[in-house]
């Protein structure tokens, strides 16, 4: 055991009772000045929370390495060897009868250093990060004349950095008077991310967490914490509109960008550490887990799943602290980055194309949502998933309505002619609705698509449903299409495009709500199977297929039935 004392630069808060073997504070006794943590409110219980919070996460890449090398157990012997010293606040431990001054122990004292460090007592050296909370590695470089924070994203193609600096962005765009932390990213040799910013602190001002002003006093049980940090900023000084109209703020903004972890440690106030009043809100700072950066899925969430996505926060969804915001015009829509340019900002910084796409169309529906939540709309879980249920439903019956007509064989007249009789008897028998193919899916969009290289695959799947085929009935021929290009681009004719355009208005008449008459000339099995595919895939379970002129006749799985034709 060994005793501390907690200082608050050179005044002293309390004393303490620390066990050396496994990092625990086994007494506090607090001397009443009101210069402890918890604006001042410490006890024994929170001093071993602040503790724990204050060490280094043992998770951290390289950290169990750290502190063996340090000779100690755990994080939290690591972070007393190093006098609990954070770059955040003036609070530091002082051993017992040591005779210690602020100015010995302070980091701005240790820049002459190598990397910040100096040794003590041939035991151990003041690490500024042994008190740097988070996931993502990081350290302060001293060297500067500003200490700067340098947050290092390996993980998700450096995505949690880049995350920072478009958060950034935003914030610049919208020339607002709420403070934020501006952050520039820079790739290494490695092909990970860095990104950097100013320290927003200093011997004078020091940051108190939002953790820390909630657990400074005992909230009423019918108080919401949201209301209740307000309430007890504006009780020590701060301005309400000023405290309020950042919540509202900062709400918005990580709802924007789906800033799944703004935790109680990721916020809260400035204070001025010689008078110990508090100054106003922190900045913004600690944005990197948004904008999907760990999801590897390929399609965009639909509405509800993103509002049904849990967050660390005072609440557990973004609808709920949505409910909060006061003034909901603080976020100018329009001075936002559009879903394009976000996507060409995330593919430029190094995301894949098919990563970038999914987080811009996220961000596109978010953007949408806010813009109707500004609007007076409520944002609601609940009234999301009663739509889609109904989307599905409806979806659901027209796609039980919705066939697929596939007619194979030589060339002639046969194929032809019971070709032109389906379809009349199919628009008589189910009141089908008639639509122009050409509409579905344009010769020269399958060009605009076209990069470089003809990839037919990202074509096809950024295929999406349009308006005015729901219970239409489509007449598709390879030969009209075929047709169709040598008159309108006979340049750029090819089988391969004729191909892509046959599969791509198939698959758009399936998603846009139409069923389908498809005849081609001699598909064999492999091509049949292949539009059989593209059937299932769009949940199209009424399929049939025609075959002209085979011998011997055709028998497949997978088609509710085969009709063979012969002349």
């Known amino acids: 055991m060994k005793n501390y004392v907690l200082m608050h630069k050179n005044e002293k808060c309390g004393t303490f009772v620390f066990d050396e073997e496994t990092g625990k504070i086994m007494e506090y006794h607090d001397n009443g000045k009101g210069l402890s943590p918890y604006l001042g409110n410490f006890d024994v219980r929170k001093m071993r929370k602040w503790w724990e919070m204050r060490a280094v996460p043992a998770s951290r890449t390289a950290m169990q390495e750290i502190i063996r090398n340090a000779g100690c157990l755990n994080t939290e012997v690591y972070l007393a060897k190093n006098l609990a010293l954070s770059m955040t606040d003036t609070y530091w431990i002082c051993p017992d009868n040591a005779n210690l001054s602020y100015d010995d122990v302070k980091f701005s004292n240790l820049a002459v250093y190598g990397h910040g460090k100096v040794p003590y007592h041939n035991a151990s050296s003041y690490d500024p990060n042994a008190s740097l909370g988070g996931q993502m590695n990081k350290y302060w470089d001293l060297e500067q004349s500003c200490p700067i924070l340098v947050k290092e994203s390996y993980r998700y193609f450096g995505q949690q950095s880049i995350n920072e600096v478009f958060a950034t962005r935003i914030h610049e765009r919208q020339n607002t008077d709420i403070p934020f932390v501006r952050y520039s990213a820079s790739t290494t040799e490695d092909r990970g991310v860095l990104c950097r910013c100013k320290a927003f602190t200093s011997e004078d001002a020091e940051l108190i967490s939002a953790y820390e002003i909630i657990e400074s006093q005992k909230i009423r049980n019918e108080m919401a914490f949201y209301d209740a940090y307000i309430q007890i900023c504006v009780n020590n000084g701060i301005d309400y509109e000023q405290i309020q109209n950042f919540m509202d703020y900062q709400t918005m903004t990580d709802f924007l960008i789906s800033n799944t972890d703004e935790h109680l440690m990721n916020f809260g106030v400035l204070r001025d550490a010689n008078t110990m009043k508090l100054i106003g809100p922190a900045p913004i700072f600690d944005s990197g887990n948004s904008m999907f950066y760990s999801d590897e899925r390929k399609t965009p969430y639909s509405r509800a799943d993103l509002l049904g996505r849990t967050i660390t926060g005072f609440c557990k969804t973004e609808e709920k602290m949505l409910e909060k915001v006061k003034n909901r015009n603080l976020v100018r829509i329009d001075l936002i980055p559009a879903p394009d340019e976000v996507k060409t900002l995330y593919i430029d910084a190094g995301i894949p194309e098919w990563k970038a796409d999914l987080i811009s169309k996220n961000y596109e529906t978010k953007a949408q949502m806010l813009k109707e939540f500004q609007k007076g ?138 069923s389908v008459i498809y005849e081609a000339m001699n598909l064999d099995r492999q091509v049949r199977e292949k539009y059989l595919e593209i059937a299932k895939e769009c949940g199209i379970n009424n399929r049939e297929l025609h075959v002209i002129n085979s011998c011997p006749p055709v028998e497949e799985e997978g088609w509710n039935s085969v009709i063979n034709h012969q002349s």
Request: proline fraction near 2%; hydrophobic fraction near 35%; charged fraction near 35%.
């Open 377 to 514: 709309k409520v944002i609601s879980f609940y009234r999301e998933k009663q739509r889609e249920k109904e989307s599905r439903k409806n979806t659901c019956e027209t796609t039980n309505k919705q066939k697929f007509i596939m007619l194979s064989g030589i060339s002639g007249p046969l194929r032809i002619q019971e070709a032109k009789k389906i379809y009349e008897a199919e628009i008589t028998k189910n009141k089908f609705i008639t639509a122009d193919d050409r509409g579905l899916y344009p010769i020269g969009k399958a060009l605009e698509n076209t990069g470089l290289i003809f990839d037919k695959a990202k074509i096809l799947n950024s295929i999406h449903s349009i308006d005015g085929y729901r219970n239409a009935l489509v007449y598709i021929s390879s030969d009209k299409i075929r047709e169709e290009i040598r008159i309108e681009l006979p340049e750029k004719y090819s089988e391969d495009l004729v191909s892509l355009i046959v599969d791509a208005r198939i698959k758009t008449a399936f998603i846009s709500g139409a």
